[in-house]
């Protein structure tokens, strides 16, 4: 046991301490602390904990799968998917590193066991792929919008090599804005009169006000103009897909010497599906980031702190983690929903892994299921070609070349 008094020998940066009193009579260090930096084990940590371990097994399994996906077939490294390969790195990279500190946090909130260096990676980690998730989204959602609003620009707009460069000025950009917020972190002790480390925690080290600034500038930049921006882009791509079929509605089929009507209504479901899986990708990620967003602009903006508040802050702050998380997870299991061959591919890939055991015990049932899809593509494919070339080869190329390029470019 020991006395301190805080007026004299407990100090932390500029923060005021005087309403713990004039003295700590005869309290042990954990007392201390305990007053100071509240419980070192969040109330929440079990329910949290468990829905966490879900989270990361779910979230790691399916973008190691989409990344897998993606990289093993030639036709599904199309530009859309590209992108989604991007955003299922950032989810990996935040499940993966994380995911084990914050529930390390809810386990242990002090002291921080580590450098001062994973202090400022674990920042780092957090703004960076914070950054380049809804950059992601922002630059799928336009490459999505030119594809179907101006599917003229798609030649040379949307191909790999664009989309490439695109992801890397994406992934630059995040890092080099995740340094502000960074450079105002790093370990902070209390000193009861010497340096306790004990008491160490990963924090802001900084000035408040420069911390409420950058979060400020950052959730508007960052979230609210993508959202508008976003908003915008699929309201449009909405329009112009009514109209499209509309005008179908009211249109005679046409005969053999142009592309069928059940070839176009092919292509028209394709594109719908696809830009419908996306909407959905990116209505997910703002309901999910957005309890993050408010956290910190609470965090932010309120100066003086209530019990109340922070009861209400406490709560805030687990949802905010859970959802957080779980955008990072729910993009594969969105996927293989609405998108046939993401769906087609994964249940090969898993198909290929069993085979082994299927050779002994049988394959499973999902296994043995034929692919409709492949089937009618290539009809659809051979209809079109012998329909061209019966009238006029010239149309044939052309419609040709601009069908595959649709197929290899815009669609999953």
């Known amino acids: 046991y020991t006395q301190i008094c805080i007026d004299t020998q407990i100090s932390v940066g500029d923060q005021d301490l005087s309403a713990l009193g004039p003295c700590l009579r005869l309290l042990t260090l954990d007392d201390v602390l305990f007053r100071l930096l509240g419980p070192r084990r969040s109330p929440f940590f ?29 036709k599904m490294r199309t530009p859309t998917n590209l992108y989604l390969f991007s955003l299922a790195v950032s989810d990996l990279l935040v499940l993966l590193f994380g995911m084990p500190l914050e529930i390390y946090d809810l386990w242990q909130n002090y002291p921080f066991p580590f450098a001062e260096g994973v202090c400022s990676f674990k920042v780092f980690l957090f703004e960076t792929v914070c950054f380049a998730s809804v950059l992601n989204v922002t630059v799928l ?41 960074t450079s105002l972190h790093g370990l902070r002790y209390y000193y009861l009169p010497e340096k306790v480390l004990e008491s160490a925690t990963c924090n802001l080290l900084k000035p408040q006000w420069i911390y409420n600034l950058v979060i400020q500038v950052t959730t508007v930049l960052f979230y609210f103009v993508p959202m508008v921006v976003i908003s915008g882009l699929y309201l449009a791509i909405g329009v112009r897909l009514g109209r499209e079929h509309r005008q179908r509605g009211r249109k005679p089929e046409k005969g053999s010497g142009t592309r069928t009507s059940w070839t176009i209504r092919v ?29 910190r602009l609470l965090w932010s903006f309120i100066t003086r702190w209530t019990d109340h508040m922070h009861n209400v802050f406490e709560y805030v702050h687990i949802l905010s983690g859970v959802l957080f998380y779980l955008s990072s997870a729910v993009n594969p299991v ?4 609405l998108s046939t061959r993401f769906r087609e591919r994964f249940l090969e890939l898993v198909c290929s892994r069993l085979e082994p055991s ?55």
């Not at 879900?54 to 993606?70: A, K, S, W």
């Open 334 to 337: 969105i996927y293989n929903l």
């Open 46 to 74: 079990l329910p949290v904990t468990l829905t966490y371990v879900l989270i990361f097994v779910t979230g790691v399994v399916g973008n190691l799968l989409t990344c897998t996906v993606i990289t093993k077939h030639r």
């Open 358 to 412: 299927a050779s002994q015990g049988g394959s499973p049932p999902y296994c043995n299921r034929p692919s409709f899809r492949k089937g009618a593509v290539a009809l659809v494919t051979n209809t079109q070609t012998r329909g061209r070339a019966q009238t006029d080869p010239r149309p044939a190329v052309i419609y040709s070349r601009g069908w595959d390029q649709e197929l290899e470019t815009t669609f999953m």
């Open 141 to 181: 959602s336009v490459e999505r919008y030119v594809a179907v609003v101006h599917p003229l620009k798609t030649r040379y707009a949307v191909t790999n090599k664009h989309a490439q460069r695109v992801i890397g000025g994406v992934w630059l950009a995040s890092l080099v804005c995740a340094i502000p917020n």
């Open 267 to 295: 292509e028209s479901s394709r594109r719908r599906q696809v830009t419908k899986m996306l909407a959905v990708v990116v209505l997910v990620f703002a309901i999910c980031w957005a309890p993050f967003h408010i956290d």
